[in-house]
């Protein structure tokens, strides 16, 4: 056994040090020291077979062999790792003196980042603030300060996803968020009235994903507060907005609908940009596209804000970011665009 246990060391040892890259090292660390067939752990394994005290001998000179193959493997792994290294160093290293550097392909924007950005410079110009918040929020912000009730299907668990041992029957469930309206209380609890924001950001959803919806997507949600607001403002601020992404002849029509944190609520349509109204595959030849819902702040949200309903009034309006990028540039399957996918990414 001493000659079997010497001629692995001294081969092991050889092969280690003549190994390439980190797979090669692999491969010969599994050949020695695998678990079920590894040559030192199956000659190991035979040591039980031996008398007491040629077991202790073998025993030891055992594991003096498989403390070196560790350590010899150990140094080459860290020795091919720094050789890499510094080939990667070496590829990136760029001449300071040369003229010019080589033109390398460049990234570019999502299209949803195009469109976001693109809204956020026109509220801007509005005097809107851009607000950010938590995607991971708790039960309060994202159902009862937006007047949505304990018994609203949105609380389901499965509609919604909520953080493990939060759940809907714990003291203080915790959600990923359902949609950017719970910044509208917290933005009037911090900076009060008059109030016009926005908030752009990720919403989850517990959806069965198909061309149209993804459990992952993006919003905007907009809120003006000020004293006097009515809807005819509402209406202003959205007809802008349409023309703004769909052309100056786009109309825009607003159609009663139900929403808990708005009274009353309307569905916002627009007339479609590529058929002009006449009726399209893409329309539905309805020549109206679903772009936005909307409303008049309810009283009891604007009550959570801390602002007095008889005082201050307040419209409120949200887009499916991923919605608008799907109509601008005719894209048919929303599941795109959470892909990435260079195919798709490479057309913007």
């Known amino acids: 056994m001493r000659e079997q246990l010497e001629k692995i060391k001294r081969e092991a040892l050889t092969a280690i040090q003549d190994a390439k890259d980190i797979l090669n090292l692999e491969e010969l660390e599994n050949k020695l020291l695998g678990r079920k067939s590894g040559e030192l752990t199956n000659l190991m394994k035979s040591l039980k077979d031996l008398g007491a005290d040629m077991k202790k001998e073998m025993g030891q000179l055992a594991n003096e062999v498989k403390t070196a193959i560790d350590g010899a493997l150990s140094e080459k792994k860290q020795e091919i790792k720094k050789a890499e290294w510094v080939g990667a160093l070496e590829k ?6 040369q003229p010019t550097l080589p033109v390398k392909e ?3 924007l999502h299209p949803n980042t195009i469109v976001q950005n693109d809204l956020e410079n026109l509220f801007t110009s509005m ?6 918040g938590p995607e991971l929020e708790s039960d309060y912000y994202n159902f009862e300060a937006v007047n949505i009730p304990k018994t609203h299907p949105a609380r389901d668990m499965q509609d919604t996803f909520y953080i493990k041992n939060h ?3 714990s003291d203080a469930p915790w959600v990923m968020r359902t949609h950017t309206s719970t910044m509208q209380v917290r933005a009037m609890q911090k900076y009060g009235a008059p109030l016009r924001m926005i908030v752009p950001g990720k919403c989850f959803r517990n959806e069965a994903t198909d061309v149209r919806h993804e459990h992952t997507f993006y ?3 907009g809120v003006v507060i000020d004293k006097g607001i009515n809807f005819g403002h509402l209406k202003g601020v959205l007809e802008i907005v349409a023309k703004h992404l769909y052309g100056p002849e786009t109309k825009v029509r607003l159609r009663p609908k139900y929403y808990p944190f708005v009274e009353p609520g309307v569905n916002g349509e627009v007339s479609c940009y590529l058929c002009k109204g006449a009726g399209c595959r893409l329309c539905k030849e309805s020549g109206w ?3 936005f819902g909307a409303g008049m702040i309810h009283p009891n949200v604007l009550k959570e804000g801390e602002l007095d309903p008889k005082v ?7 887009f499916g970011l991923i919605r608008l990028v799907m109509l601008k540039y005719g894209i ?3 599941r795109l665009q959470m892909s990435g996918d260079l195919r798709f990414l490479k057309q913007f």
Request: no cysteine.
């Open 312 to 318: 201050y009034q307040g419209f409120a309006f949200g």
């Open 219 to 221: 919003q905007m949600e």
């Open 332 to 334: 048919e399957d929303a």
């Open 92 to 97: 990136e290293r760029a001449d300071a003196t």
């Open 106 to 108: 460049r990234g570019h």
């Open 289 to 291: 596209l679903e772009i």
């Open 127 to 132: 005097g809107f603030m851009v607000l950010d």
């Open 167 to 169: 759940g809907v029957n």
